[in-house]
């Protein structure tokens, strides 16, 4: 059994790019959560998609955008980075719903926005 | 507004001593409770959970204690080691809901001392 792996492990961007991080979920899950953990904070949720689709959403603005794979596995995208964006962003995999199974979690990648 | 409060940003412990951290939440909707570890590197971990028609969940050195009444709930590490230093962090969400919807608390980072 596979765990939760996200990539990269560290990012460096500058502010106005764009940046992609990726994350496979651990196997037999078919739902992919992604949160953003700021210094100091819990971690918040972004999204989470189930099938391909997005299934939820918390309060971020529409540049953060994601994707899931076929294999369930899964992309987030930040257009026009901010320097506030600099945060870990950690990838959850999961079944659906909760008391199933509970969120396994990746790694996380630490972005840095300079 | 922050549903999920975990007051007390650190907690320092003898090893062999009963740890006890705490947690408040605001959102009376809320029914399903978790608790995650997360040590330095690496994603959170799932530890324990609780559903709100129990008061008390035991697994092995942990338990969770929950307080509808008052909107709090606690875990306790009896014995602590050493290897529970980590930051702890409550969450709490709608059971039977989108898993990807967990609303974390801001942290308790716990040392236990040799």
């Known amino acids: 059994e596979t765990g939760v792996t996200q990539s990269p492990t560290h990012l460096i961007k500058t502010r106005g790019q764009q940046v992609t991080l990726r994350c496979s979920s651990q196997s037999g899950h078919n739902t992919v959560s992604w949160y953003q953990q700021a210094l100091g904070q819990g971690p918040q949720f972004i999204f989470q998609y189930y099938r391909e689709e997005e299934n939820g959403r918390g309060n971020f603005p529409p540049r953060f955008s994601g994707l899931q794979f076929p294999n369930y596995s899964s992309e987030l995208n930040v257009n026009a980075l901010e320097l506030d964006d600099s945060a870990l962003y950690l990838c959850?995999?999961?079944?659906?719903?909760?008391?199933?199974?509970?969120?396994?979690f990746g790694q996380g990648t630490r972005l840095t926005v300079v | 507004d922050q549903q999920v409060k975990q007051n007390s940003p650190s907690l320092s412990v003898q090893e062999g001593r009963i740890s006890i951290l705490n947690c408040d939440y605001t959102?009376?909707?809320?029914?399903?409770f978790l608790w995650y570890k997360k040590y330095p590197a690496e994603g959170p971990t799932f530890l324990i959970s609780?559903?709100?028609?129990?008061d008390k969940n035991e697994d092995g050195r942990f338990t969770v204690f929950l307080n509808k009444s008052a909107k709090h709930l606690s875990l306790h590490i009896v014995p602590s080691q050493p290897g529970d230093s980590a930051v702890y962090f409550c969450a709490a969400t709608v059971y039977g809901g989108s898993q990807g919807n967990l609303i974390f608390g801001k942290g308790t980072k716990l040392s236990v001392k040799p």
């Open positions: 959850a995999s999961s079944l659906p719903r909760v008391g199933g199974t509970e969120a396994f």
């Open positions: 959102n009376s909707m809320f029914d399903y």
């Open positions: 609780i559903s709100s028609i129990k």
